[in-house]
């Protein structure tokens, strides 16, 4: 899905089997769930608009962290700060 500047909204919903998600250079704003990836190992999510990176690790949570071998986010906005 990489570098498609209309991808403003990611909903992966009920994907098993998936293992890699690539939305590089995208717009995306805003990530809703990957609750149905439980195969999901990579992810890149670089380059896009998203405002916080809390955000993104809550959607990505429900994988077991030993599992996930790449998590890209670089060069987002995240201009969104959440106190701890």
């Known amino acids: 899905m990489n570098q498609n500047t209309d991808l ?12 890699t998600f690539s939305a590089s250079q995208c717009s995306i704003q805003n990530l809703h769930t990957f609750s149905g990836c439980q195969s999901l190992r ?7 608009q998203l405002p916080s990176l809390v955000h993104i690790l809550k959607v990505i949570q429900f994988n077991d962290p030993k599992f996930l071998k790449s998590l890209v986010f670089n060069d987002n906005v995240f201009n969104q700060v959440q106190d701890a």
Do not use: A, I, K, T
């Open 42 to 48: 990579d992810v890149d999510l670089s380059f896009n």
């Open 8 to 19: 403003r909204e990611v909903d992966l919903g009920y994907c098993p089997l998936l293992e």
